[in-house]
């Protein structure tokens, strides 16, 4: 059974840093482009940012850009979110999840349950 | 930068159909966009309804159906059910590795 597990969200003052990891299990991680989805409290979700199976392409929505990192590790069955310069905007739950390549057409099939960041003083 | 467009809220009746609709705010979504549904319910984690434009995930009744319609990517709910009230989203991928969620329907089924 594939599962998706978050970690490391918490309470963080607006400045500071928050590393979230995305334990799977049930699938081989390397396989797979992994991704982080973010919903701010009341709001829709919002796109955060994508990996390449092997960790070598990286992209992000332009409001993370310079501030978060995404990364992995396959043999840790793993990959994270390292989150940098954190502002009251990045409070949201952030969701890791997987997506699909059904013959070259990409979608989300799973998703982890969520972890919640929280940026305040 | 472009917008992906989805309609705030939407109302049905049971038994009801609905259409759900995913547009851009410059330009017409296309199969090039990938357009997938997602569905969630408060508390909890978005689930997979239909990728590939019409193919609904694993588990997904047959009441959801998803199409192009005109220049939108649409998701038609056909016999609507109390337990259809949900959020749906969609989500298109913009080229250049980004991808964009819509704002999502707020479904009421009443």
């Known amino acids: 059974e594939v599962q998706l597990v978050e970690s490391g969200g918490g309470l963080v003052q607006p400045g500071g840093s928050l590393r979230l990891s995305c334990a799977a299990s049930?699938?081989?991680?390397?396989?797979?482009?992994m991704t982080w989805v973010r919903q701010a409290p009341g709001k829709g979700l919002e796109w955060v940012a994508n990996?390449?199976?092997?960790?070598?392409?990286?992209y992000y929505v332009d409001s993370v850009k310079g501030r978060f990192t995404i990364s992995r590790d396959n043999a840790k069955n793993s990959f994270y979110l390292q989150m940098n310069s954190l502002t009251a905007e990045d409070t949201a739950v952030y969701y890791c999840a997987r997506w699909y390549d059904s013959s070259g057409y990409y979608f989300i099939d799973y998703w982890g349950q969520g972890t919640l960041v929280t940026v305040s003083s | 930068q472009t917008v992906v467009t989805q309609e705030p809220a939407f109302s049905v009746s049971p038994g009801g159909t609905v259409t759900l609709t995913c547009g851009l705010s410059s330009g017409s979504v296309s199969t090039s966009h990938h357009p997938s549904w997602y569905h969630q319910t408060p508390g909890q984690a978005p689930r997979t309804l239909i990728y590939?434009?019409?193919v609904r995930s694993s588990g997904v009744p047959d009441r959801f159906s998803g199409s192009i319609l005109g220049n939108k990517a649409a998701l038609t709910i056909t016999g609507a059910q109390a337990d259809d009230e949900s959020d749906y989203y969609c989500?298109?991928?913009?080229?250049?590795?980004?991808?964009?969620f819509g704002g999502g329907t707020k479904l009421t089924v009443l």
């Open positions: 990996i390449k199976q092997d960790g070598s392409v990286k």
């Open positions: 590939r434009i019409s």
């Open positions: 049930g699938f081989t991680l390397s396989g797979y482009w």
């Open positions: 989500v298109l991928y913009m080229g250049s590795g980004i991808w964009v």
